[in-house]
């Protein structure tokens, strides 16, 4: 399996309070994602990232801010948590490899309660 | 990306072979099949993926038809651990920050 852990792996917090979710890699591939899973809507993106400090809006972006200052971490954060940002948090890396079919690895996820 | 098709759901018996089809009859030359599946709870698991040639690893293999409108994934000898939601994926080359696009899915039972 791909090295790809994070943390919290379970956080419940409250409405109006910040949120980090830590993704870390240890395969140095170049891509790391920020998806969310909701019942009735599969895995939607977030964020991706293509390099240290590059990054790019998914999907579904408002609400999230991202950041990447090392090859092995992206950080997902929620400035203000909502009830409508309880859901499960998956991360996934690719190697992004020019000319290659550039296979996604995903994390385990975080499962996040906002009350 | 191309669009898939998948029954929403499979029994099959532990140690006999679980074959899952794949309709993505759209699909273009240059995009692959790829599968995933994804374990209650857990992230998505990669289990292979194929352009035209059927395709073989530890986990599974693939049969791709050779107007490649449709694939079938064959899991050998399943177990109960492989009970989970099956993902069948059509993806083109050079996707690299592009999001996957999960389907329905078919939920596979492994039963003893």
């Known amino acids: 399996d791909a090295g790809i852990t994070q943390s919290p792996r379970h956080k419940v917090t409250e409405t109006g309070t910040p949120v980090t979710l830590r993704c870390h890699q240890t395969?140095?591939?170049?891509?790391m994602y920020w998806y969310r899973q909701d019942p009735g809507h599969g895995l939607r993106l977030i964020h991706y990232?293509?390099?240290?400090?590059?990054?790019d809006k998914g999907e579904v972006s408002d609400g999230y801010s991202v950041s990447r200052s090392k090859t092995e971490d992206f950080l997902l954060t929620l400035e203000s948590a909502t009830s409508s940002q309880t859901s499960v948090y998956f991360c996934?890396?690719?190697?992004?490899?020019?000319?290659?079919?550039?296979?996604?690895?995903f994390g385990p996820g975080t499962r996040l309660t906002v009350l | 990306d191309a669009k898939t098709t998948q029954p929403p759901s499979m029994d099959c018996a532990e140690g006999r072979a679980a074959n899952l089809p794949c309709n993505h009859s759209?699909?273009?030359?240059?995009?692959?099949v790829y599968w995933y599946r994804q374990i209650h709870s857990q992230g998505p698991q990669y289990i292979i993926h194929?352009?035209?040639n059927n395709e073989t690893n530890e986990m599974a293999s693939l049969i791709i038809t050779e107007d490649r409108k449709s694939s079938t994934l064959i899991l050998p000898h399943a177990t109960l651990r492989d009970t989970a939601v099956y993902y069948c994926?059509?993806?083109?080359?050079?996707?690299?920050?592009?999001?996957?696009?999960f389907g329905g899915g078919t939920r596979l039972m492994v039963k003893p």
């Open positions: 395969e140095n591939h170049r891509y």
């Open positions: 994926i059509v993806r083109s080359l050079n996707n690299a920050g592009n999001m996957l696009t």
């Open positions: 996934a890396i690719s190697g992004g490899l020019a000319g290659s079919t550039d296979t996604q690895y």
């Open positions: 194929g352009l035209k």
């Open positions: 990232s293509y390099g240290v400090k590059d990054t």
């Open positions: 759209t699909i273009s030359g240059n995009e692959y």
